[in-house]
């Protein structure tokens, strides 16, 4: 298993576990999972210039935050 699969997997147990009691459907945990781990691989590829790279993982991370809120709150 590469990293991307074991974090996504990781990950998918941790949104289970903070959507606990919620009508999540699994793609809704897994598109999170998605989110979480684009973040990470788009994070590490940054250099100290890349200010746009950095303005569309923060579109990113704000989206995964966004929609697990809205999952949370159901």
């Known amino acids: 298993?590469?990293?991307?699969d074991a974090a996504a997997t990781a990950h998918r147990i941790k949104v289970e576990s903070m959507l606990d009691g919620t009508e999540a459907a699994p793609a809704e945990i897994?598109?999170?999972?998605?989110?979480f781990v684009a973040g990470v691989a788009g994070h590490d590829e940054w250099d100290d210039d890349e200010v746009e790279a950095v303005d569309g993982i923060v579109g990113l991370v704000t989206t995964y935050y966004d929609e697990l809120f809205t999952l949370r709150e159901r």
């Open 1 to 4: 298993m590469n990293w991307m």
């Open 30 to 35: 897994a598109r999170l999972a998605d989110y």
